[in-house]
Nanobody, 121 residues
Framework: QVQLQESGPGLLKPSQTLSLTCTVSGDSITTNYYYWAWIRQPPGKGLEWIGQIRYSGNTYYSPSLKSRTSISRDTSNNQFSLQLSSVTPEDTAVYYC?????????????WGKGTLVTVSS
């Protein structure tokens, strides 16, 4: 059974950098051909794909967030991380990590429970 768990601060001030880590168990983040994604859901809104890191280590980002986003991984601890710089209250959301099947359709079969990040002065 694959499990994902998000961790990181839940409250940030504007202009700070959001840093979250997803710890994966039950699968290796270097396993062919899965991708490992970050997704968020602002209050009262739909899901927004942030970006992904593939089994190869290549990264891809949403064009709207690309300038502020970085996704990295720690293969020794089977973790991948999200950094989002210069946050504003509009970045307040529940942040999820998930495993993407890598089928080109964006299908994700395992999700973390999500962690609420609030940006407020």
């Amino acid at each position: 059974q694959v499990q994902l768990q998000e961790s990181g601060p839940g409250l940030l001030k504007p202009s700070q950098t959001l840093s979250l880590t997803c710890t994966v168990s039950g699968d290796s983040i270097t396993t062919n051909y899965y991708y490992w994604a970050w997704i968020r859901q602002p209050p009262g809104k739909g899901l927004e794909w942030i970006g992904q890191i593939r089994y190869s280590g290549n990264t891809y980002y949403s064009p709207s967030l690309k300038s502020r986003t970085s996704i990295s991984r720690d293969t020794s601890n089977n973790q991948f991380s999200l950094q989002l710089s210069s946050v504003t209250p509009e970045d307040t959301a529940v942040y999820y990590c998930a495993r993407d099947l890598g089928d080109g359709q964006g299908a994700m079969d395992y999700w973390g429970k999500g962690t609420l990040v609030t940006v407020s002065s």
